[in-house]
């Protein structure tokens, strides 16, 4: 059974940094693109990061770029996103995601396996 499970999520304030966590189990994930959407209450969900399974490619939103990144360490199976500088607007449901792809994409429907979600709430 494969199952992604997220952590890290919390309350912070407007400017601080948080590191969620999704560790990942029941199927290899080496190879694969793995990804974080988010979602906010009455929006849809968005695409934030995306990488590649060597992690020497990667993908970010505009509205994140330059203050989150996304990793992950392959031999504990996990990938993590750094968030610094974080702003309201971040506000939402942190959701890791993993394809069967090898190639990263922004797009929800190309992966296949979801973790359950993680509230990031930003104070201003």
């Known amino acids: 059974q494969v199952e992604l499970v997220e952590s890290g999520g919390g309350l912070a304030q407007a400017g601080d940094s948080l590191r969620l966590s999704c560790a990942t189990s029941?199927?290899?994930?080496?190879?694969?693109?793995l990804a974080w959407f988010r979602q906010a209450p009455g929006k849809e969900r968005e695409f934030v990061a995306a990488g590649s399974w060597s992690g020497s490619s990667t993908y970010y939103a505009d509205s994140v770029k330059g203050r989150f990144t996304i990793s992950r360490d392959n031999a504990k199976n996990m990938v993590y996103l750094r968030m610094n500088s974080l702003k309201p607007e971040d506000t939402a449901v942190y959701y890791c995601?993993?394809?069967?792809?090898?190639?990263?994409?922004?797009?929800?429907?190309?992966?296949?396996?979801w973790g359950q979600g993680t509230q990031v709430t930003v104070s201003s």
């Open positions: 995601a993993a394809s069967r792809r090898v190639a990263p994409s922004s797009t929800p429907a190309d992966y296949e396996y």
């Open positions: 029941g199927r290899t994930f080496s190879t694969s693109a």
